[in-house]
């Protein structure tokens, strides 16, 4: 298929892609249920989450076990199958028992962790246990939101020296929980928070050419602006690739709750640059830093969610600006189902050839559990244009 050529049917199109991330889904509802992976497979299989001091093995901790949930919201979606619909809805009684316990809810990934498990079973169900576990997670966020900085801090005790100030690009898809959380309750602080959060790193996380820093650091004290730095980016000056996606996605959905159009144009920087350093294929390698030839690995993680976001840009732009990013979203996606899908292998991740964090050597070349989520968020996207996101 031609780049440009968005009409000739491809498994993208022609549903064989759905039909098999769905079989995959199929398979790791057999192995897991009510249980949750690790982050990203090893040796391209996924384990249960592991064991801790107080918790057994697939337990719901750390800040990707919804993405687990989100895929089976999503295959219900796509399907109808009440199956996938009731596995999904059972999860909600792990999310409150890790809300009502405290179980690892000292995080800015609330954001991620009670959209994709409870904000979308209140959606798809009205499950009041679902709607009132997410407005608990909303008010366990707003701890996190400093005065006078305006942003919610990402890592760390909210004493700690070193993480007082910082938050990151990631953050940007924990504020849809915030938004929702007015909508349900009309109470203005919780958006009031999620707009001042966003319109901050609108400010600050961007450089001038439309990269964008993956951390940005603040002093508490006074909210003065100090420095941006880098986590899992190559170095402080790079482009982190998942951070960019988290960008484009991010402030798209910042001018969809909010209706200001500079996080529209944004989000647009975000997606033009991202779009101009990718390499032929593509699929971005795990920092725009690198291109053909880099032997460094791809992060097809980053190229789901930034099809994502585009898509989810593309509703908000002219008709020309549509037609491109929706063209450029199908190249991607294209690419991914080519030569990054689990198909013919034995791999029970959807997505294959992703990178978790390059510093740790943990997960490169792996598959993940964000990047299948957003594979598969993707796919529904394309296929059911009117479907509503949860964010």
């Keep these: 298929m031609r780049a440009s050529d968005t009409s000739a049917m491809t498994p993208v199109t022609d549903g064989s892609a759905i039909a098999h991330a769905l079989g995959v889904v199929d398979r790791n ?9 690790g982050d990203n497979t090893t040796d391209q299989q996924y384990t249960d989450r592991p064991a801790t001091e107080d918790l057994s093995a697939g337990s719901n901790y750390g800040w990707t076990t919804s993405f687990w949930t989100g895929q089976l919201w999503l295959a219900y979606e796509l399907t109808g199958e009440k199956s996938y619909r009731d596995l999904a809805l059972a999860h909600v009684g792990s999310f409150a028992r890790r809300m009502h316990e405290a179980i690892d809810v000292d ?17 798809e169900t009205q499950s009041e246990e679902a709607r009132a576990v997410a407005l608990s997670a909303a008010d366990q966020l707003m701890t996190r939101f400093l005065e006078p900085v305006g942003v919610v801090q990402a890592w760390g005790d909210l004493g700690d020296p070193d993480e007082g100030g910082r938050t990151i690009i990631d953050s940007l898809m924990n504020m849809p929980l915030l938004f929702w959380a007015t909508e349900q309750t009309s109470d203005p602080r ?35 602006p100090q420095r941006g730095s880098t986590a899992q980016g190559y170095t402080d000056d790079s482009c982190w690739a998942r951070g960019q996606a988290w960008g484009i996605y991010g402030f798209a959905l910042g001018y969809r709750h909010t209706g200001d159009l ?11 640059y991202f779009l101009a350093h990718l390499p032929a294929d593509g699929v971005a390698f795990w920092d725009l830093t690198f291109q053909d030839g880099s032997g460094q690995p791809r992060d097809s993680s980053a190229a789901a969610i930034a099809v994502a976001g585009l898509l989810e840009l593309a509703v908000s732009v002219d008709d020309a600006s549509r037609t491109r990013y929706q063209e450029e979203a199908d190249r991607i996606l294209a690419s991914l189902d080519r030569s990054y899908t689990s198909e013919g292998t034995p791999s029970d991740a959807l997505l294959l050839h992703g990178v978790y964090h390059w510093h740790k050597a943990d997960g490169i070349d792996e598959g993940n559990l964000w990047g299948d989520y957003f594979y598969l968020e993707a796919l529904t996207r394309r296929h059911r244009p009117s479907w509503s996101p949860w964010w």
């Design 262 to 272: 500079t996080l529209l144009e944004t989000a647009r920087r975000c997606a033009d």
């Design 107 to 123: 995080t800015h990934d609330l954001g991620f962790l009670y959209t994709l498990s409870c904000v979308s079973a209140w959606r």
């Design 190 to 224: 919780y958006s009031e928070a999620a707009r001042r959060h966003v319109t901050a790193l609108r400010d600050h996380i961007m450089r001038p050419d439309g990269s964008t820093f993956h951390t940005f650091h603040w002093d508490v004290a006074t909210g003065a």
């Design 29 to 37: 509802v057999r192995s897991f249920g009510l249980r949750y992976p």
